[in-house]
Each structure stands twice: as structure tokens, then as C-alpha cells.
């Protein structure tokens, strides 16, 4: 079983920055990947990035947000931290944090970024 609890979001304006948290909770299983997707209005749900577990774990961005958007995690601490830099209205969603864990896929409730003047 794995739960994940995401924190970080609001509003910020264009060019501004926002940094989202995720951590799971998990017993019994080892965490392959963890990483956030985002679903904005009227949207399909669409990969932000993606990381694999270890230390020489591939990312995997999203072009759109490629030098804009650096993810981090501890693997101890079973925590994934997103930095959102420069960011654009476009950017406006509700982010989901995802791990996978064996054969499984696991969600956050979901975040609102909203980048507005």
C-alpha cells in the first residue's frame, strides 16, 4: 500500500517560482520512480518529469519544461521535490504526484499551480 501526500502550489505571478513536495509512504515495496504529472482544464493529464530511483537515475522532462523545471529526490525519505523556475500561464494545472512500485501506479490528490498577474 502507498500513499502519497503532495504540498507546495498557489498562484504566482509570470517569472516566479514555486517548489511542490511529494512524499510516499509505502511498506513492503521499493519506490522504481516517482514524479509529477499535471492535467490543466479541458486537458488530457500529461508528464511534467519523471525520475527513476538510485543515484544515477534518468530523468525524463517534458520538453515544455526542460531548464525551467529540476526535480530532486530522497530515496531514503521516499520524497521527490520539483523546483519550478520561470514559470508561464501555460504552466497553470493541477500537478499529481506518480511513483510506481513493482507492478503498480500510485497518485497524489493533486496540486493547483496557477500562474497569473
Known amino acids: 500500500q502507498v500513499q502519497l501526500v503532495e504540498s507546495g502550489g498557489g498562484l504566482v505571478q509570470p517569472g516566479g517560482s514555486l517548489v511542490l513536495s511529494c512524499t510516499a509512504s509505502?511498506?513492503?515495496?521499493?519506490?522504481?520512480?516517482m514524479g509529477w504529472y499535471r492535467q490543466a482544464p479541458g486537458q488530457q493529464r500529461e508528464l511534467v518529469v519523471v525520475r527513476l530511483s538510485g543515484s544515477a537515475g534518468r530523468e525524463n522532462y517534458a520538453e515544455s519544461v526542460k531548464g525551467r523545471y529540476t526535480i530532486a529526490i530522497d530515496n531514503v525519505k521516499n520524497t521527490a521535490i520539483m523546483q519550478m523556475h520561470s514559470l508561464k500561464p501555460e504552466d497553470t494545472a493541477v500537478y499529481y504526484c506518480y511513483c510506481k512500485a513493482g507492478s503498480y501506479e500510485y497518485w497524489g490528490q493533486g496540486t493547483q499551480v496557477t500562474v497569473s498577474s
Open positions: 509505502i511498506t513492503g515495496f521499493s519506490i522504481d520512480r
